[in-house]
């Protein structure tokens, strides 16, 4: 395991409201990501980041910040959560280099708007 | 545009046959193609990767075959226990460096039957 956490992993809020998901890796690993996974799409990719302070968006990102502070935590941002957001959100991690297609996920957070 | 796609959303297999899931993907430009598990409840886990310069890799149980001229890729496991009762996803990472930006497919759900 990579030591991946996940907080919280169970969440229910109302619409409009702001929501933050942590994800705290013990690995250093260097990259970072957050997938969401909904019935029917896989798992898409919101956010991802390549070392501290450094972020990109990946194809589903509207909606959504991420901040990374320190190369252990990377934090996805609901600026104001919609019903559209409901999913269940997963981070990841990536070693580098690394010849392997092999990410580390963590157990998840399942996120309900009201 | 990318896409990586599974045939079947769901197989069902009787204990200790062979599985064999199928994944078609479009860009033949990518370097990694990868397979993750992913049991109830938890985040995915990494089982096997090939490279695009392969085309045959072989794991503990687990057969990972590439096919680049009709762009298919299969995972093939062999003596199916219960145990791998999951969703089980094929992924690729794009050509544009490797640095773990899965592209994932829908996932097909593998059911083993006592």
């Known amino acids: 395991d990579a030591g991946i956490t996940q907080s919280p992993r169970h969440k229910v809020t109302e619409t409009g409201t702001p929501v933050t998901l942590r994800c705290h890796q013990t690995e250093n690993h260097r990259y970072m990501y957050w997938y969401r996974q909904d019935p029917g799409h896989g798992l898409r990719l919101i956010h991802y980041?390549?070392?501290?302070?450094?972020?990109d968006k990946g194809e589903v990102s509207d909606g959504y910040s991420v901040s990374r502070s320190k190369t252990e935590d990377f934090l996805l941002t609901l600026e104001s959560a919609t019903s559209s957001q409901t999913s269940v959100y997963f981070c990841a991690t990536y070693r580098d280099p690394a010849n392997t297609g092999e990410l580390f996920f963590g157990e998840g957070s399942r996120l309900t708007v009201l | 545009g990318e896409s990586v796609g599974l045939h079947l959303p769901t197989l069902s297999v009787q204990e200790g046959d062979n599985s064999i899931i199928n994944c078609a993907y479009s860009?033949?430009?990518?370097?990694?193609f990868i397979w993750y598990k992913q049991e109830s409840g938890k985040g995915p886990q990494f089982i096997i990767d090939i490279r695009s310069n392969m085309d045959k890799r072989q794991g503990q149980r687990v057969t990972v075959l590439l096919n680049k001229t009709v762009k298919h890729l299969s995972l093939q496991i062999a003596a199916t226990q219960p145990g791998d009762s999951a969703v089980y996803f094929c992924?690729?990472?794009?050509?544009?460096?490797?640095?773990?930006?899965?592209?994932f497919g829908q996932g097909t759900t593998l059911q083993v039957k006592p």
């Open positions: 860009n033949s430009a990518s370097d990694y």
């Open positions: 980041s390549y070392g501290v302070k450094d972020t």
């Open positions: 992924a690729e990472i794009p050509s544009s460096g490797n640095t773990g930006k899965l592209i």
